[in-house]
């Protein structure tokens, strides 16, 4: 079993900045394409930005310039550094990973969501 922690969300004043995080730990022969996405109230989950392995990256237009993901191989960790945050950027926020697992299988697992409230 692999599982997929969060962490870092919270309130914060327009303008300013949070930085989430997301372990995976577990049954892990390595950590594939990592992404955050998001989904607030009412509205469809949305691909926010991802990662390859190798460090390529894409971005939602709405967040581009302003967030930027980044992950460190060696701890199974994905990162997303948010600045200059928005009111309409208040979502829960969800780790996306596809693992291979130690016996081989191929599977995308999610985490549990943080949420991010931005105030204006």
């Known amino acids: 079993q692999v599982q997929l922690v969060e962490s870092g969300g919270g309130l914060v004043q327009a303008g300013g900045s949070l930085r989430l995080s997301c372990a995976a730990s577990?049954?892990?022969?390595?950590?594939?394409?990592m992404g955050w996405y998001r989904q607030a109230p009412g509205k469809q989950r949305e691909l926010v930005a991802g990662i390859t392995r190798g460090g390529t990256t894409n971005y939602a237009h709405s967040v581009e310039g302003r967030f930027t993901i980044s992950r460190d191989n060696a701890k199974n960790t994905v990162y997303l550094q948010m600045t200059s945050l928005k009111p309409e950027d208040t979502a829960v926020y969800y780790c996306?990973?596809?693992?291979?697992?130690?016996?081989?299988?191929?599977?995308?697992?999610w985490g549990k969501g943080t949420l991010v409230t931005v105030s204006s």
């Open positions: 996306n990973a596809g693992v291979t697992t130690r016996d081989f299988r191929s599977i995308t697992y």
């Open positions: 577990g049954s892990i022969f390595s950590v594939n394409a």
